[in-house]
């Protein structure tokens, strides 16, 4: 079946160090989304990406769409104690949208040593 | 303010009881959805409805059950069949289809005791 993987699973850096996560789909996709959720809290939008080789900033975070639209990127430069929280990419099921799920990666976690 | 409620943040079940969480949205979203998120895991699929009374099964429906009589709610029913059912449940809303972000609620922390 379709899978959306996420690696590292956990990541422990010192303030001030870059941070990547990588996020791999098996089928095409129409768009990516990452998502961050703070400890004890629920996931938070943060940014869409629909086109091939599409790159996002917001602020310090970078966002990387694939040539191929099956893998991205989240690229987080001079990491801050608010960093801190578990960010999940996620995928249209069946790669096109209109079924109206998504399927989630399994999620990196980000620990940040002040 | 437009957003989603969960409601309780916190809930205490006994073995062989059922319990009902409540999820409520403000912000005229078509399309609803329920996840499960275990500790240090990610989100698993229970049910999802894109217009009002319809729904379909997610990957883990099993001991859970849903209704959609009103567009603004979409309340989670867990099941004495739902063999482990402590876990963190958190509904979602969007316009409609994958390809629009989700709103997530703040969840309810279910435990059986």
């Known amino acids: 079946g379709q899978q959306v993987m996420q690696i590292p699973q956990y990541q422990h850096v010192q303030e001030g160090e870059d941070f990547t996560t990588y996020c791999n789909s098996s089928t095409t996709l129409s768009n990516i989304q990452w998502y961050k959720q703070r400890p004890g809290g629920h996931p938070v939008f943060l940014i869409q990406l629909v086109k091939s080789g599409e790159v996002k900033k917001q602020k310090r975070l970078t966002f990387q769409f694939g040539e191929a639209k099956k893998n991205s990127s989240l690229h987080i430069t001079a990491t801050q104690t608010t960093d801190v929280g578990t960010y999940f990419c996620?995928?249209?099921?069946?790669?096109?949208?209109?079924?109206?799920?998504?399927?989630f990666g399994q999620g990196t976690t980000l620990q940040v040593k002040p | 303010d437009g957003g989603i409620t969960q409601s309780p943040k916190y809930l205490f079940r006994k073995e062989g009881q059922n319990v009902t969480l409540s999820c409520e949205q403000n912000?005229?979203?078509?399309?609803m959805y329920w996840y499960r998120q275990d500790p240090g895991q990610g989100l698993r699929l229970i049910y999802y409805?894109?217009?009002?009374?319809?729904?379909q099964k997610g990957d883990i429906a099993e001991g859970y059950s849903v209704s959609r009589e009103k567009k603004e709610s979409f309340p989670l029913t867990v099941t004495s069949a739902q063999k482990n059912p402590t876990a963190f449940y958190l509904c979602?809303?969007?316009?409609?289809?994958?390809?629009?972000?989700?709103?997530f609620g703040s969840g309810t922390r279910l435990t059986v005791v």
């Open positions: 979602a809303s969007s316009q409609g289809s994958a390809n629009y972000g989700y709103t």
């Open positions: 996620a995928g249209p099921w069946g790669g096109s949208g209109n079924t109206g799920k998504l399927i």
């Open positions: 409805s894109q217009i009002v009374n319809d729904f």
């Open positions: 912000l005229n979203h078509d399309a």
